[in-house]
Every structure is written in C-alpha cells, then in structure tokens.
C-alpha cells in the first residue's frame, strides 16, 4: 500500500496524541447503566454536535468515548466517519466499542466514503475482524483507487477465515503490481490467523499456494516459514527441503526456523544435514543449533568438528561449547593440541564451556604434551578459575620450562583458594626468578585478602616469615597486611622496627598501607621521628589516607588532622588536610584551616575550604564567621571565593539573616 495517503491521519493522530497526553486526564468512569455515565456521555454527545465546538474538543470527546461510549454513542461518532477532520477520531472512539452495532455502522459507510476516510474505515474493519465485512470489503479489491484496494487487502487479511482468504487469492492474478504487495500481505495476515486458529491444513494449503506464485523478497519467505509451522509433525521434513534448497532464501528461512522452533525432533533432523551441505551453510547451521541449546545435536556437531572445512569446525566447535556437554570435552582438548584457527578455536570453546569433565581434561592434558600446548592449558584453567584446577597447576608451577612455570604461578594465584594458602606460600619462598617472585608475591596477596584476617591464613605467613631468605620477606609482609589481623599486625610493626634496612623498609610501606584506624599511631609516630625522607612522606600519607575515613568518630578525625597539619611541610599535603578540614563544620576546623590562609602556596585552598565550613556554622560562631570571612575577603584573589565569603560574612553579621 501506498502510505503517502494513509501518513497524514496518522500523523495527525499521533500529534494530537502527543501534545494532549502530558496534560489531560481520563475521565473517572461511573458504572455501566448508571444516570453518572449517561451523563458523561451525553457531555460529550454535545461537544460533537455544536456548531461552535474548538476542534480540539471535538479530538478529545472522541477519545473519551472511546472509554465511557456504549451503543447509545454509535449513531454519533458514525455520523462523524464522512467529516475530513474527524473522520479518524470518530473511528478512534467506535472501534473499541464492544458491540454489534459499530460493525454494522462500519459496514453501512463502506459504499459511502471514499479516499482516505475509506482508507481508515477498513483499517478500522480490519482491527475488529469482521467477518461480515468480507463481501463488500472484497469488492473494493478491483476498484480504481489503489490505496482503497490495499487498504482492502490487509482488511481482508486481518480479518481472516476461508471467505477472505479466497477472495485475495482471486484477486491476485489481475491485480496491478501497487496492489499485488498488498494482497501478499493479506495473504500472510490470512495464513497466520489459520495458524493462530489451530487451522493447519488451511494455513498449509494457503501458505502452499501462495508460495507457487512466486512472490518476492520478505512474502516468500514468511510464506516458507508459514509452510513448515502448518505442517505439525511433519514440520522436520519441510524444514530439511529448506535446508538442502539452493535457493539463499530457503536457507535463511530454515535458520530463522532453527533457532525458532522447539522439539527434539527438529533438533535431529537438522542437525543431519551438517554433513550434507557445504561451504558457509554448514558453518551457519552450525552456529543455529549452538544457539538453539538442544543436546541432541551434540554427535553430529562433534563429528563436523572433526573434519571438514575450517569455518564448519570452527562453528561446530562454538556451538559445542554453547551446549556444555562433556562428551564433546575430549575432542575439544584433542584439538587444543593442535595448530592454526582450529586448535584456537577450541582452546576458546574449553575456557567457556560449562561442563565439570573439562577442569578434570585439562588438568590431566597439563602433564603432557610441549611447553606451548601446557601454556595454552594454563591460560584456559586461569580463565575458567575452576578451585579444582589448582593441584595441577601448582604440580605445573615445579615445571622445568620456566615460561610454563611462570605462567602456571600466575594461574595458580586466580584460582587457589584459602586452602591453597600454604602452597602459595611454597612457590614465593622457592620462586627461581624476580618473575617467578612477582607474580607469587601478587597471588600471594589476592589470596591473603580472600582469606580476610583468618588464623588460617595469618599463621602460615608468620611461620613462612620467621624462616624465609630476606629477598621473600617483604613479600611475605604484603600478603599479612592483605590478610589483616591483630597478629598481622603486630608482625609487621615489628619488621617497621627491624635493624636490617630492606625489611624495615618493608615493613614501612605495609604499615603505610594498612587499611585500618589502628595503625594510625605508628604512622603518626613514623612521620614525626624518621630521618628517612621518604619513609617520612608514606607515613603522612598514610596517616591522611586514615584520617579521611568518614566513619571514623569527628573528634578523633579532627584530633589526627591537627597532628597531620604540624607535620606537613610539603604543598600537596597540606592541600590534601585542607580538602578534609571543609567536610568538617566545626569552629575548630574553621581556625585550623585559617591558619594555612598566610601560606602563599595554599592560601587559595585555605580560603576555598574555610568559606565552605563558614557556610554550614549555625549563629553560635558567627563571631569566629565574621573574623574568619573577613580575612578571607582581603586575602583571595579567586572571584568566586570572595564573592561567598562576602554573602556569609554578610549573614554573620545580620545574625545569620
């Protein structure tokens, strides 16, 4: 059908929805019968028959109807299905309306209307499927006008049955190429009304029908796809024709069938044409039973990944992964140990697949074969982080390659768990290179914070700690620190005091890190005595780091800061106090943050951070405001920030007015 006449009524429908919907409500709708509805009713009754009524009324008693409306308001609106301007809102308001006579009303101005109210009339007919309106809707199939005719087709589509169905077909052969679409449409429409009725002999003979005239494009193809649906229990056999077809459009049918229908059956009788068609069709069936989650496919999918051409094993490997039955495991571990697109292919396949036979495969497959098929396994058992992959992966760790064994290291550490913890604990203290030592300090650590301050997991590391060479301890003091504890702790204040430099430097940044308030004193203490530069700048920061947590009491927070402010001597660190000194409204906050404003580097901040704690004071410290606000107003040269501090100095002399 031609839309260019049909898009104005729309269009306007839609505007008028759009622009009415923010703001106007539905009426409350009284009871069927009752004086109330009757009532509401002939409101709108009147609305529509006053000469002088705004058009837009005219829309929105229409619309409403369409709510309140019964059979008294029919002869109304039918009068309106003539009117240019409200022909549309007047079907808007009957069709919903659920009784005989709209039908009849609609019916009545079929030989009365024509042009685009025609055209929305048997839209309208077509929504109420009316099946007394076959007769004369069919008539308009052969008439002048175009639009009527396809507006004809798809009524007679939507309404369905034999009566319409038959009266497309007879159409058809005559029928203009602006109007052919249309009946091949309503033809469509018709089949799936047959399929939707449980009409599966009419809906085939129909679909069958249809398909013998040859139709183009999206008409042949919903007309194959209607064929097999309507063949009930012989659907597999339509399906495989489709399958085998040399016709592109068959095959795309057949795949949107695939991952459409369900059953066993299909799954079976699709999946035994895998080894009887060729080039990319193999491959995208494939692909459609992967998707389509049957494991009746598996055999057949199993045996195309075998052998054949590389994109039909490579798809017949994706999808064996997509089903995760084990029985396709050890072809997939087979062909991991292979070269090119295939083995690629599988090594995928076995680091998603969801089937427990494969963690024991790979596990197994790790003690044979070269280095490279052992490192390929490592990278699939980290990515599958399955817990029982972590005893051959620590057996791999005592490889004598030594890419293998820094890669199984590494692996070990993602999927180890805390009872792992001692075995991790093995390849730190025996690491053979500054690798192997990096990447068993890093599991070391993640695994230690999974254990979250445990004595299972401090008294290991303690133990480890007193025996290991010095290269290992820093390590080690990392992993406490992840796995917290009193006991950790303590261990690690100790190495902070060590006399040996490398330890204690250790034992520093650990402390530095620490992630509770309880190791606030000893990073205090660090930062006011150490001689080391450095360890002096970790400490503060650390310190900072604490202070910062909001949780922690106000009057204890407030306390560290102070300490924090005597101490700090570089620009960056006293930004950092300062931006914590805002969060804190108090007038204690206000004087500490005054006392940087005379320090050129941070003079702005300090202004900055003292207008926002002046801010939220209440009248109590409007005295300290006023001094405060009035230093800050001389001082800054930030446009902004003199501006605020004015307006507060200003409510803080009005007495907080």
């Not at 057949?254 to 060729?278: M, Y």
């Not at 292919?345 to 680091?351: I, K, T």
């Not at 003292?610 to 405001?625: G, P, Q, W």
Request: proline share 5%.
């Amino acid at each position: 059908m031609k839309p260019a006449r049909i898009i104005p009524l729309v269009a306007l429908l839609l505007a008028f929805t759009a622009s009415t919907s923010a703001q106007v409500q539905w009426p409350v709708i009284p009871p069927a019968g009752s004086k109330e509805r009757q009532d509401e009713v002939n409101k709108r009754i009147a609305i529509l028959k006053a000469a002088d009524a705004e058009l837009h009324d005219k829309f929105v008693a229409c619309r409403e109807l369409s709510v309140l409306g019964d059979k008294s308001v029919v002869p109304v609106l039918a009068a309106l299905l003539s009117d240019e301007k409200l022909s549309h809102m007047a079907r808007y308001g009957l069709e919903p309306i659920q009784d005989p006579s709209v039908d009849e009303a609609f019916r009545d101005a079929i030989g009365k209307l024509k042009g685009p109210q025609l055209v929305g009339l048997l839209s309208s007919i077509g929504n109420r499927r009316d099946a007394k309106a076959v007769e004369p809707v069919s008539a308009l199939l052969k008439g002048p006008d175009a639009d009527v005719a396809c507006a004809a087709a798809y009524a007679l589509g939507k309404i369905g049955g034999a009566g319409a169905a038959k009266a497309l077909e007879d159409s058809l052969g005559a029928a203009p190429d602006t109007v052919k679409a249309s009946i091949h449409d309503g033809l469509i429409y018709a089949g799936d009304n047959f399929l939707q009725a449980g009409s599966l002999d009419q809906a085939r003979d129909l679909y069958d029908r249809l398909i013998a005239t040859k139709p183009a494009g999206r008409i042949y193809m919903a007309a194959q796809r209607g064929a097999v649906l309507s063949r009930g229990a012989a659907a597999g056999e339509r399906l495989v024709q489709l399958i085998k077809s040399d016709d592109d459009r068959d095959f795309a049918v057949a795949l949107r069938l695939v991952n459409e229908l369900q059953g066993e059956a299909l799954t079976r009788a699709s999946a035994d044409q895998l080894d009887k068609i060729l080039g990319p069709k193999a491959a995208l069936l494939a692909q459609a039973l992967g998707n389509r989650g049957d494991k009746a496919a598996i055999d057949k999918l199993i045996s195309l990944a075998k052998a054949g051409e590389t994109p039909a094993r490579i798809a017949a490997i994706k999808a064996l992964a997509q089903l995760g039955d084990g029985s396709s495991v050890a072809l997939l571990v087979g062909l991991a140990r292979g070269e090119g697109e295939v083995a690629k292919a599988a090594q995928v396949a076995l680091a998603i697949i969801i089937a427990p036979e494969a963690d024991a495969a790979l596990g197994a497959a790790l003690a044979e074969g070269d280095a490279k098929l052992k490192g390929a396994i490592i990278g699939i058992l980290a990515q599958r982080r399955a817990p029982s992959s972590a005893a051959p992966l620590l057996k791999a760790a005592g490889d004598a390659n030594d890419e293998v064994r820094l890669a199984a290291i590494s692996a070990f550490g993602e999927v180890a768990t805390t009872d792992d913890l001692a075995g991790m604990i093995n390849l730190l203290v025996n690491a053979k290179s500054d690798a192997e030592l990096a990447a068993a300090d890093k599991g070391l650590a993640s695994l230690a914070a999974r254990a979250g301050g445990k004595e299972a997991a401090t008294a290991p590391l303690l133990a480890a700690l007193a025996s290991a060479k010095p290269a290992v301890k820093p390590a080690i003091l990392r992993g406490l620190r992840a796995a917290g504890g009193p006991k950790a702790l303590a261990a690690i204040r100790a190495a902070a005091a060590d006399p040996d430099a490398a330890l204690r430097d250790a034992g520093i940044r650990a402390l530095c890190d620490w992630p509770g308030v309880e190791a606030a004193p000893d990073l205090l203490k660090i930062a006011q005595t150490s001689t080391d530069v450095t360890h002096k700048t970790l400490a503060l920061r650390g310190y900072l780091r604490l202070a910062s947590d909001a949780s922690a009491p106000l009057a204890e927070r407030m306390d560290m800061l102070k300490q924090a402010s005597a101490l700090a001597d570089r620009p960056e660190d006293k930004r950092k106090i300062l931006g914590l000194l805002s969060a804190i409204p108090t007038p204690e906050a206000l004087a500490l943050v005054m006392s940087h404003l005379a320090t050129p580097a941070v003079k702005e901040e300090a202004a900055s951070a003292a207008v926002k704690i002046a801010e939220k004071l209440d009248e109590s410290a409007n005295r300290a405001v006023v001094e405060a606000m009035t230093k800050v107003v001389e001082v800054t040269k930030a446009a902004d920030v003199k501006k605020k501090a004015q307006a507060v100095l200003g409510r803080a002399k009005n007495g907080g007015k």
